[in-house]
Nanobody
Framework: QVQLVESGGGLVQAGGSLRLSCAASGRTFSTLAVGWFRQTPGTERVYVAAISRSDTTYYSASVKDRFTISRDNAKNTVYLQMNSLNVEDTAVYYC???????????????????WGQGIQVTVSS
């Protein structure tokens, strides 16, 4: 089993920045691909970004060039640096982990093995 704990969410003004962290335990971290998803009330959870076991990064079109995903295997942590935030980025953000990046990147993560509990990010205008 893998446990994922998100931190770093909160309230920020439009144009500002936040950094989310996802701390993992329970499995050798370097064997996991990790991603971020987000969800707003009444909508489906959607993919945001992912990083493979070999540090290849992937981004959805809506966040590319604004968000940066990175990992520190020594700290068992993945980060999501979010810059130039806008109101549309307001959501609950979920960390996801899986042995295969393809499970994060496809079908909105329906085959992902492990999920965090989610953390709120609110961007005010």
């Amino acid at each position: 089993q893998v446990q994922l704990v998100e931190s770093g969410g909160g309230l920020v003004q439009a144009g500002g920045s936040l950094r989310l962290s996802c701390a993992a335990s329970g499995r050798t971290f370097s064997t996991l691909a990790v991603g971020w998803f987000r969800q707003t009330p009444g909508t489906e959870r959607v993919y945001v970004a992912a990083i493979s076991r070999s540090d290849t990064t992937y981004y959805s079109a809506s966040v590319k060039d604004r968000f940066t995903i990175s990992r520190d295997n020594a700290k068992n942590t993945v980060y999501l640096q979010m810059n130039s935030l806008n109101v549309e980025d307001t959501a609950v953000y979920y960390c996801a982990a899986d042995g295969q990046a393809v499970d994060i990147l496809s079908e909105n993560g329906k085959n992902v093995d492990y999920w965090g509990q989610g953390i709120q990010v609110t961007v005010s205008s």
